[in-house]
């Protein structure tokens, strides 16, 4: 049995906006906090050993992280390096200039042959030899629009056509590394993407317009032991048959919001010919929490929120106030007196949401008497949102796919 860590979407460096400058280190608290759970990875795979760490890809939260950042990332995954245990980095949507090829972030690794590392930027099957026997990693880096295509191919065609067309070109690719494998050793798929079971997180707010699905059915393949994915900050298994298992550890740290209620973690897995058993591991993650309260019509609506505040466990957490109320009851808001009151949260943002006693405004043409199919009536939404002008077709067409569903 080959012992595997897998662990994804380490966005380090990202949410700064819910840490703090810790004054003794003069570094942002969330960096901290990644560092932090990073490590306890690192720490796991060090201590079993495994035979080998796999990371799904999303080092950090773009191509061109500061050298800080960097030099974080590295000096975790350097003590496998020292300690001889080899790793494979999966390149991500994040890792990836906007356009153009490679693991920009990641490739450094290469360059400098970190011994028993593999950066795992093209799709290729690395042949490994460790102490528990051979095992074979198909890697699949996150494919976009450059990656299997050519720009007179795409020209002119919607998100849908080019993932169509993407995926057609993808199944004999695939084919081919699956024709050449050793079917008496393991097998794993390393792949970075959106499968088409996945339930979103926040990546689906990243993702619009940019993303591609990978139908599960070219995922759960007999030929694979197990399916290593990143890219969804949500843990899931995709195959609860496990035949094999086609795992999201989802990311180690919550990103945002969106990943509130999400228990964070890592998997470890062990994995032999025919046969994979897998275990999620959770991760001391900072927890966040929103408290959100309506006191449009309470008579003291000061008084409500410190209630409400009173009544939630803040300590150490990443907490958001939100408070609904009437323009008409601003002045009765002491916004010192709720920070007082939120200061044994880790950070905190206070977003007041004023009601408006009017109507919102109903664009004439979808007033009444007016029936518009749903793709008609969004066109007029969009046409009256100028914000949304970059991504109208894209919406459009998911709309459109969302409907023929
Ligand atoms: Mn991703």
Same mark, same amino acid.
């Given at each position: 049995m080959v012992k595997i860590l897998h662990l994804s979407d380490i966005h380090l460096g990202s949410g700064f906006s819910h840490g703090k400058i810790n004054p003794e280190?003069?570094?942002?608290?969330?960096?901290?906090?990644?560092?932090?759970?990073?490590?306890?990875?690192?720490?796991?795979?060090?201590?079993?050993?495994?035979?080998?760490?796999?990371?799904?890809?999303?080092?950090?939260?773009?191509?061109?992280?500061?050298?800080?950042?960097?030099?974080?990332?590295a000096s975790q995954f350097r003590r496998l390096a020292d300690a001889k245990i080899p790793a494979i980095l999966l390149v991500g949507n994040h890792d990836q200039h906007s356009q153009g090829n490679g693991g920009a972030s990641l490739s450094i690794y290469r360059t400098l042959v970190v011994p028993g590392f593999i950066v795992g930027d093209t799709i290729a099957t690395h042949r490994i030899n460790t102490p528990s026997g051979e095992i074979q990693i198909i890697t699949l880096p996150w494919l976009n629009r450059s990656t299997l295509l050519t720009r007179p191919e795409t020209e002119g065609l919607g998100l849908a056509e080019v993932n169509q067309m993407l995926i057609e070109k993808l199944q004999p690719v695939l084919e081919a590394e699956i024709r050449r494998l050793d079917r008496s050793i393991p097998t794993v798929l390393l792949a970075h993407l959106m499968a088409d079971r996945a339930n979103l997180g926040a990546e689906k707010f990243l993702a619009v317009g940019k993303g591609f699905t990978i139908p599960i059915s070219m995922l759960t393949r007999p030929e694979f032991d197990y399916v290593a994915l990143g890219h969804v900050h949500q843990h899931q298994n995709l195959n609860p048959a496990n035949d094999p298992p086609v795992v999201y550890p989802g990311s180690i740290e919550r990103v945002d919001f969106s990943e509130e209620q999400e228990d964070k973690g890592y998997i470890m897995l062990e994995v032999q010919s025919g046969k994979a058993e897998w275990e999620f591991c959770p991760l001391p #993650?900072? @927890?966040?929490?929103?408290?959100?309260?309506? =006191?449009?019509?309470? #008579?003291? @609506?000061?008084?409500?929120?410190?209630?409400? =505040?009173?009544?939630?466990e803040i300590e150490d957490k990443v907490v958001r106030l939100i408070y609904k109320l009437r323009s008409q009851q601003l002045d009765l808001i002491n916004i010192s007196a709720i920070e007082r009151a939120?200061?044994?949260?880790h950070s905190h943002s206070i977003r007041p949401e004023l009601i408006s006693q009017l109507a919102r405004p109903r664009l004439p043409e979808l007033g009444v008497g007016n029936t518009l199919d749903p793709i008609q009536a969004l066109t007029t939404y969009l046409n009256n949102r100028e914000d949304l002008q970059d991504i109208q077709q894209d919406l459009l067409e998911a709309a459109e796919s969302l409907l023929h569903q």
């Open positions: 280190t003069g570094i942002n608290t969330r960096l901290e906090d990644f560092v932090n759970t990073l490590r306890i990875c690192i720490d796991r795979a060090i201590e079993e050993p495994v035979d080998l760490v796999l990371f799904g890809g999303d080092a950090f939260p773009d191509a061109t992280p500061p050298p800080y950042v960097h030099e974080a990332f #993650a900072r @927890p966040f929490l929103t408290i959100e309260i309506d =006191i449009s019509s309470t #008579a003291d @609506p000061l008084e409500a929120v410190l209630d409400a =505040i009173a009544k939630s939120l200061q044994t949260a």
